[in-house]
């Protein structure tokens, strides 16, 4: 499976931005790189998915080098309500498995 | 539109049983995949199937086993049950399969399995 690493968890406050960069080796080369939220007993919830460079959305900005070997969620301006566990996903080059990061817990403060 | 449905919620298994939890898609989409997630981890993917036919597993031995039907739902399948197979299992479902891997996953809300 490709190895994914994210950090831990990361607290903030709110109002300011939050970037967590997930580290992916041996992705599929014609695949995307998505990253899911997840709050407690729910299921993950999509947020936003890029192939390379830049994507930006409602809610999302996703950082993609040139080289694939990482990519970087970015939230603007988070809210209490963003509290909750970020994952990135990508794809195995090799066999066609998915894999999910272990996940980053972030917690906004007021 | 209805979203991913899976069932049952919550259930409890002891040592040895056989569990089956089935999935339902969202309608039109072709591709569901399972995973598994223990608590305080990421989903671990099991399998992915698309238009019926496996087109991805996970490390899991072979006491877990898929299905899907025509009609795209799906189930999921496991033996001898051990104590390290409670988890919450997770279905996905997406619209694009083939040979692109990820596109968007629509999740399930889970079903909560405890084996004693």
């Known amino acids: 499976l490709a190895k994914t690493t994210q950090p831990i968890s990361m607290d903030s406050y709110e109002g300011q931005e939050v970037n967590i960069t997930c580290s992916h080796n041996n992705i599929a080369t014609n695949d995307y790189i998505t990253w899911y939220q997840q709050f407690p007993s729910q299921g993950p919830r999509f947020i936003i998915q890029g192939y390379k460079t830049k994507v930006t959305n409602e809610v999302a900005s996703l950082f993609i080098p040139a080289d694939r070997k990482s990519s970087t969620l970015s939230l603007p301006r988070v809210s209490l309500s963003d509290t909750a566990v970020y994952y990135c996903l990508v794809g195995d080059r090799a066999d066609y498995k998915l894999s999910f990061g272990a996940g980053t817990t972030v917690t906004v403060r007021a | 539109d209805a979203g991913v449905t899976q069932s049952p919620t919550h259930l409890i298994k002891t040592r040895g049983q056989h569990v089956t939890l089935r999935c339902s898609p969202i309608s039109g989409h072709k591709s569901v995949s399972w995973y598994q997630q223990v608590l305080g981890q990421g989903p671990q993917f099991i399998f992915q199937y698309y238009e019926k036919e496996e087109r991805g597993r996970g490390n899991f031995p072979d006491r877990f086993s898929a299905r899907q039907f025509p009609n795209y739902s799906s189930e999921l399948n496991v033996n001898a049950l051990l104590l390290g197979d409670s988890a919450l299992y997770l279905c996905?479902?997406?619209?694009?399969?083939?040979?692109?891997?990820?596109?968007?996953?629509?999740f399930g809300e889970g079903s909560r399995l405890t084996v004693l």
């Open positions: 996905a479902s997406s619209f694009v399969g083939g040979r692109v891997l990820t596109g968007e996953l629509f």
